[in-house]
């Protein structure tokens, strides 16, 4: 274990890392049963789902004995095994009691406080639709969808790249359509069974799942990892994903803490990290760093940014290839400058050699187009960038075999050619193995630069 000093500075950095990704829109915000809390009749904060499951409990005058938790899973299937309700009626009950604690209940602040970050994606693995009030009072516009259990539906139509909105999207049902809600271990399991099926149109949308791939960052707040169908679930959710994801657990204040099997399975097969931190004082902390974000002074580059990365291309036929390489570039503390900020520079050649001396790594993207000297001005100087490359004196060259071609073997030689198989970056399904391989070398390379 690291010493205090050392553990303290490690989630400093995490906090910052995290407070970066949520204010650039590029987190994803998994919201567990426990994360929503509501204040009880004694003045406590309590997951509302165990409420719910109280409520239950009551209503039917079942007591739980030693071992048992007013857990809203459990409270349901035990209902179903002692025949003392039924699946419709379960739903009803529940659907009933969420439509009451919408009106009536004190939520708590952290709530609001997320609800005033940029998550693009917000996936909710409770009944209840309450993140959508906290959008309401702000104006924040997002769009809102569940999985329906007993009539799944491929109509998902939200598009992650046209739209500004957010989306919150239920995995389990939502109350106010009670027959799409899925309670008890039985329903559970036949939907996992569902979503990890053949059948498209019951499966999860596949355009939720893909658009993982860009999110590097997950947050799982209020989880069980002891819960079984989490393992599944996951598995599921990162069929594409799984080694391109840093996800980060938060549990309950006063929640079982999660065994050491459960997270050695969590951690082998998903990278999860369990920072000893509970879901109020992460929150509390994410939203102190996410503030200190915004008082920083403007500038050429904000403080923590480690340096500066030009990426060189030709800007008619390689654009959305350098877009998306500059898109994962930022994920690493790097101020990424493209061709397009030469518009307005003068003449391209002349504002490309003066960026070689701002610069610390200069990234040619590789492509037949990219030697098209009419379009691409900066390809005459390859020769001259490629002699520059000295990365112990803070000035590396790497370039990106974009595209498929003949590489010279001058450049073909150079340690710092990327992908590392010589394969190009694009068009043969690679692209996130690709970029991951890339990111995770130049943060370990930025990471050695001085602090600017």
């Not at 915004?294 to 500066?308: C, F, H, I, L, Y």
Request: with cysteine; charged share 25%; proline share 4%.
């Amino acid at each position: 274990m690291p010493n205090g000093s050392a553990a303290t500075e490690n989630l400093l950095d995490m906090y910052q890392t995290i407070a970066r990704k949520v204010k650039e829109g590029g987190c994803v915000l998994f919201l567990g049963p426990g994360a929503i809390l509501v204040k009880d009749e004694a003045g406590q904060w309590q997951p509302l789902t165990d409420l719910c499951a109280r409520f239950l409990a009551k209503k039917y005058k079942i007591e739980l004995g030693q071992g048992e938790s007013y857990d809203l899973t459990y409270v349901c299937s035990l209902l179903r095994i002692k025949n003392l309700s039924t699946d419709s009626m379960l739903q009803d009950d529940v659907a009933n009691f969420y439509k009451a604690q919408t009106e009536q209940a004190e939520f708590h602040p952290l709530l609001a406080q997320l609800t005033d970050l940029k998550f693009k994606i917000i996936i909710n693995a409770a009944p209840d639709n309450i993140i959508t009030r906290f959008y309401d009072e702000i104006a924040r516009a997002y769009e809102a969808d569940f999985y329906n259990y007993y009539k799944p539906a491929a109509g998902f139509g939200f598009n992650f790249e046209k739209t500004q909105k957010a989306l919150v999207y239920n995995l389990f049902g939502f109350y106010d359509r009670s027959e799409s809600l899925v309670l008890t271990y039985k329903q559970q399991l036949a939907y996992i069974k569902k979503i990890v099926g053949e059948q498209q149109n019951e499966r999860l949308p596949d355009a939720l799942t893909n658009v993982f791939k860009d999110f590097r960052y997950h947050l799982f707040l209020g989880f069980d990892f002891e819960d079984w169908n989490l393992r599944l679930l996951l598995d599921t959710l990162y069929k594409n994903v799984r080694d391109n994801i840093q996800p980060y657990a938060y549990p309950v204040k006063g929640e079982r803490e999660t065994g050491a099997d459960a997270r050695v399975f969590f951690q082998g097969e998903f990278s999860m990290q369990f920072p000893s931190v509970d879901l109020e004082t992460f929150v509390a902390n994410l939203i102190e760093q996410h503030n200190n974000l915004d008082k920083q002074a403007s500038g050429v580059m904000p403080e923590q940014t480690r340096g500066q990365v030009l990426l060189l291309y030709n800007e008619q036929a390689d654009a959305d290839g350098a877009a998306l390489l500059a898109k994962h570039l930022r994920t690493i503390n790097l101020k990424v400058v493209t061709m397009q900020d030469a518009v307005g520079q003068g003449e391209v050649a002349a504002w490309a050699m003066k960026m070689l001396d701002d610069c610390q790594i200069i990234m040619p993207l590789l492509s037949v187009d990219f030697f098209d000297a009419a379009n691409n001005p900066v390809a005459l100087l390859l020769d001259q960038i490629i002699a520059r490359n000295n990365p112990r004196q803070q000035l590396l060259v790497m370039p990106i075999l974009l595209k498929a071609m003949t590489l010279d073997p001058a450049i073909e030689k150079l340690e710092s050619l990327r992908p590392i198989d010589r394969l190009p970056l694009l068009g043969n399904g690679q692209e996130q193995k690709y970029m991951t391989e890339i990111t995770d070398g130049l943060k370990r390379y930025v990471d050695k630069l001085p602090r600017k």
